[in-house]
């Protein structure tokens, strides 16, 4: 049983690797933001004494259906801990909370994956949040292109009409908005401006980050004319004219599929989350950049580690929502167990690194530009990105406030819509 403030919440208890653990899922940490509260800020919840079951988790509503139940009450944690935890440092996965029960409140990393990682940039960001709420924190496959954001003016403009005609692309959608009250400026300049919380990261994106996307629009099929017209729709003829001195001609890379995806993803998500280890990196804080290259036999091939690609194996239980009749391979069992070692060591103590590791994890640094691939062969490398992202996609980062859109041709809703992704709320008591 979990006792807190609204009352007694009883869990449950499941075995996983001959370890005990206790969990309590959907428990509420805010009004559901329904009826009067719909569109309002999240309010606290009254004290109370009551008893309830923490059986059955859901999530918010969303494109994509997993199988979870969709709602909009669905401001609930979900709480897993081994059994007879004191203590523990904990792991916030998407959502920020305080903890008081069972947790050591200065040993906590905040983390996400796509929209929840950028959700963590901000955390890093902004006023708002004290610089001691959390001591760590994990950004995985999200981006800070300038374009992402809207100002509240850009954001008050759009019409219902127009937000309405995108439901038959990838549905509706929210982006950061530059408000001057939680952002006052794009935060790729708060980073350049080094105006961020210096606190160990860990930064990461997948190898393919866009394939996902692109081949719901081309499936692998698309030939080099619609390869180009699509990087035109991208980005300008500045950049376009850019891309053969940088990434070679096309026809180099097999097929126009991979040479698209190649550029978009280094573009969307790997130059941005490279950026932003070297800011803390500038300031001797911890970071540590990886690149997730594994793919399981279950996925197409043709899309290689897509987004989201890392995420069954640090939470393998989401596996079946994935891939409903596939069971891990040992060679997929070792490298989940290796991911979650990692993750876990760096959330204990700021370090990656255990005994049995089967590669030294080092700290990201400028002079050597390095980053661990995770896959079957897990290895450091340097200056990896160094062409591509300093070559290219860096030049166009920064804006110091001035606008981004001479460098882009196409609005910043189109890159936003691609990058979607299922949210999940959870807290992990973490005990290595």
């Known amino acids: 049983m979990a006792h807190i403030e609204q009352g007694i919440y009883i869990g449950r208890q499941m075995t996983t690797n001959g370890t005990n653990v206790n969990y309590w899922l959907g428990i509420p940490y805010a009004q559901q933001s329904v009826g009067s509260l719909r569109w309002t800020p999240p309010q606290a919840l009254a ?44 792991f916030v996965w998407i959502h920020d909370d305080a903890f008081t029960s069972g947790a050591a409140t200065h040993q906590i990393t905040v983390g996400g994956e796509s929209a929840g990682g950028i959700s963590i940039t901000l955390l890093l960001t902004s006023s708002l949040v004290a610089d001691d709420a959390f001591q760590r924190a994990i950004v995985q496959s999200s981006s800070m292109w300038p374009s992402l954001l809207f100002t509240l003016q850009e954001a008050t403009n759009k019409t219902v009409q127009r937000m309405i005609s995108s439901q038959n692309i990838y549905g509706l959608f929210v982006l950061p908005v530059i408000d001057g009250y939680v952002l006052d400026d794009i935060m790729e300049n708060y980073y350049a401006q080094r105006n961020f919380k210096r606190i160990p990261v860990l930064i990461g994106s997948t190898a393919s980050e ?3 996307m692109t081949y719901r629009i081309f499936n692998d099929t698309i030939n080099s004319t619609q390869a180009q017209n699509f990087l035109e729709t991208l980005y300008n003829t500045t950049i376009i004219d850019k891309l053969p ?29 490279r950026r932003l280890a070297a800011r803390f990196s500038e300031y001797v804080v911890p970071s540590y950049l990886y690149t997730y290259s594994y793919i399981v036999s279950a996925a197409p091939s043709c899309c290689g580690a897509v987004h989201t690609a890392e995420l069954p194996m640090l939470f393998p239980s989401y596996l079946r929502y994935l891939y409903r009749n596939y069971t891990f391979t040992a060679l997929d069992q070792q490298l989940s167990k290796n991911v979650a070692l990692y993750w876990a060591h760096f959330i204990y103590n700021s370090d990656h690194n255990y005994d049995i590791n089967p590669t030294n994890w080092s700290v990201c640094c400028s002079s050597t530009d390095n980053d661990l691939t995770i896959g079957t062969n897990p290895h450091m490398r340097s200056y990896y990105y160094n062409l591509t992202c300093s070559g290219l996609w860096d030049q166009y980062a920064v804006t110091n406030s001035t606008t981004a859109a001479s460098t882009m041709k196409y609005d910043c809703t189109s890159q936003y819509y691609l990058s979607l992704f299922v949210l999940f709320s959870i807290t992990i008591y973490v005990h290595v």
């Open 245 to 273: 001195t940088v990434y070679g001609p096309m026809a180099t890379y097999g097929n126009p599929f991979t040479y698209l995806n190649v550029i978009y993803s280094d573009a969307w998500v790997k130059c941005g989350a």
């Open 210 to 212: 866009t394939t996902t």
């Open 47 to 90: 004290t109370a004494n009551e008893t309830a079951e923490a059986y059955v988790d859901n999530s918010c509503l969303q494109e994509y259906n997993f199988g979870f139940l969709r709602t909009e009450t669905c401001l609930t944690l979900n709480v897993y801990a081994p059994e007879n935890a004191s203590r523990l440092p904990v």
